[in-house]
């Protein structure tokens, strides 16, 4: 499944899911833009590993709640890599809080990142990607259960699981496929962040396999995605989970 030259865009990519993104895309031979909103320091650890690994990668900040820093995070690519062919919409917020303690900050904070950013990217992706392109945006497993406090971070995926379908054949003309992921609970800093170890433990016994998934677990599903092999999907969300709902 090589895609040898072919230059990635992976937003939130210093750390977590993103970073074993990057790092799996690079193997594949992806010329790899990490983006990353604050910590330029765990992003060139992400682009070093990539480049102690034969690999090509830059480091570049960009804000995705901010349409401008999206667009220069294209642009950007483009003066240096000369051209952009996948997208790998992962940034993401999440705090969980009941409904009684929602803030109108904290809610426009979610949708800012986790929707405005897709959608945007999304649209840039169309300025700018090439023909046969792909974008994958990372949505959630959550939305399939009903959990106290997910209420605003479940009701973003949701959007951007509806982003990914109703774009499908906005791209499709031009050979471009666009589909999301829906990870189970995965071991991040993101999602251990805040939960005791009973609490972790609980979650990971809710899939048949009685384990959290490992971020490899997601970037070998965007593997397949980037791939010719998965030229006949789109509009499509995968939820890879291990059976959790």
């Known amino acids: 499944m090589s895609i040898q030259g072919k230059v990635a865009i992976v937003t939130g990519a210093s750390r977590g899911i993103g970073r074993s993104i990057a790092e799996q895309l690079a ?27 034969r690999g ?6 960009g804000d995705i709640s901010n349409v401008g820093d999206v667009k220069m995070l ?42 405005k950013g897709t959608y945007f990217g999304c649209q840039q992706a169309m300025n700018y990607m090439e023909d046969g392109g792909r974008i994958i945006n990372i949505s959630t497993s959550v939305l399939g259960a009903m959990l106290p406090s997910y209420s605003v971070y479940a009701a973003t995926k949701g959007a951007v699981e509806q982003i ?6 906005e791209f499709g003309p ?12 995965v071991r991040t800093e993101l999602f251990t962040e805040g939960k005791t170890e009973e609490q972790i433990e609980t979650i990971a016994n809710m899939n048949a396999f009685r384990r959290l998934g490992e971020p490899r677990d997601i ?27």
Do not use: C
């Open 27 to 53: 193997e594949l031979g992806a010329k790899v833009v990490v983006n990353y909103s604050a910590s330029s320091e765990k992003a060139n650890e992400v682009v070093e590993a990539i480049v102690k690994n």
């Open 56 to 61: 090509e990668a830059l480091a570049i900040k």
């Open 74 to 115: 294209f642009t950007e690519t483009i003066m240096h890599f000369g051209q952009v062919d996948l997208l790998i919409n992962n940034a993401g917020y999440m705090e969980n809080k009941l409904i009684k303690d929602v803030t109108e900050t904290d809610f426009d904070k979610h949708f800012s990142i986790n929707v």
């Open 164 to 169: 990914t379908r109703q774009l499908a054949k």
């Open 174 to 185: 031009r050979g471009i496929t666009i589909n999301a992921i829906a990870p189970g609970p």
């Open 219 to 245: 970037s070998n599903v965007v593997e397949f995605l980037v791939s010719e092999k998965s030229q006949w999907i789109t509009g499509q969300t995968i939820r890879v989970n291990g059976g959790y709902y």
